[in-house]
């Protein structure tokens, strides 16, 4: 019973490079969301996948960050130009259905920007 | 931004004591979660009360949910060493499926 899986599960880069952190839902999982959390902090929600398209990219925070989802499963969040900022841990979640269901979280990727 | 504010932000008891947490938010909800979480990295869902829910139980949780005082409090009883963790209140809003956390419990049981 695989669960959530994200990879690399660790990612130091320079600032201005370009990145790209990838999650592996729960097969079955309609519904991919992708969150930030900041040391001390609680997650943030950045954008939120139902089937291939994004339903909501309300929480990213500028046009630096763009994902996507082709075929309805594995995500790639991609952030361009890294600054220091972005450093945080980047945790992906998926659920079986739209609402009101259990959120199951991956390992989080931590992205250090030097 | 963070939906709402937990209290307190670190505890400290004895194994054994009982641990309550508490958390409150700002808009309507359909539902309320709360997720413990181990050394900064994934988190694992507790248990979920709906919006026309007041109490809930899973084992030694206890959560309750005031929707009128938009507060909810989570209770761990007899509490373990293991059970150090920090703890995650989440509200699914009207709107969007996505969750808004709070800053979190930071609980430390000592053996």
């Known amino acids: 019973g695989a669960g959530v899986s994200q990879t690399p599960s660790n990612k130091v880069t320079e600032k201005g490079k370009y990145v790209e952190l990838r999650c592996d839902p729960i097969?079955?999982?309609?519904?991919l969301y992708w969150y930030r959390q900041s040391l001390g902090q609680g997650p943030e929600f950045l954008i939120y996948?139902?089937?291939?398209?994004?339903?909501?990219d309300s929480g990213l925070p500028n046009d630096r960050f763009f994902a996507v989802r082709p075929e309805g499963s594995v995500s790639t969040l991609k952030i361009q130009r890294t600054e220091r900022g972005d450093s945080a841990v980047y945790l992906c979640?998926?659920?079986?259905?739209?609402?009101?269901?259990?959120?199951?979280f991956g390992p989080g990727t931590r992205l250090t920007v030097l | 931004s963070q939906q709402g504010e937990e209290d307190p932000q670190a505890l400290s008891i004895q194994e054994g004591e009982n641990a309550t947490m508490n958390c409150s938010y700002k808009?309507?909800?359909?539902?309320l979660q709360w997720y413990r979480q181990n050394s900064g990295r994934g988190l694992v869902h507790l248990i979920l009360?709906?919006?026309?829910?007041r109490e809930k139980h899973s084992g030694r949780l206890r959560v309750t949910l005031d929707t009128s005082k938009k507060s909810s409090s989570l209770l761990i009883t007899a509490s373990r060493a293991a059970d150090t963790a920090s703890y995650f209140c989440?509200?699914?809003?009207?709107?969007?499926?996505?969750?808004?956390f709070g800053g979190g419990t930071r609980l430390m049981v000592k053996p």
């Open positions: 808009t309507s909800i359909n539902n």
């Open positions: 097969s079955g999982h309609t519904a």
């Open positions: 989440a509200t699914e809003g009207n709107a969007g499926n996505m969750l808004t």
């Open positions: 009360i709906r919006s026309n829910e």
């Open positions: 979640a998926s659920s079986l259905a739209v609402g009101g269901a259990e959120q199951f």
């Open positions: 996948f139902q089937g291939t398209g994004a339903a909501d």
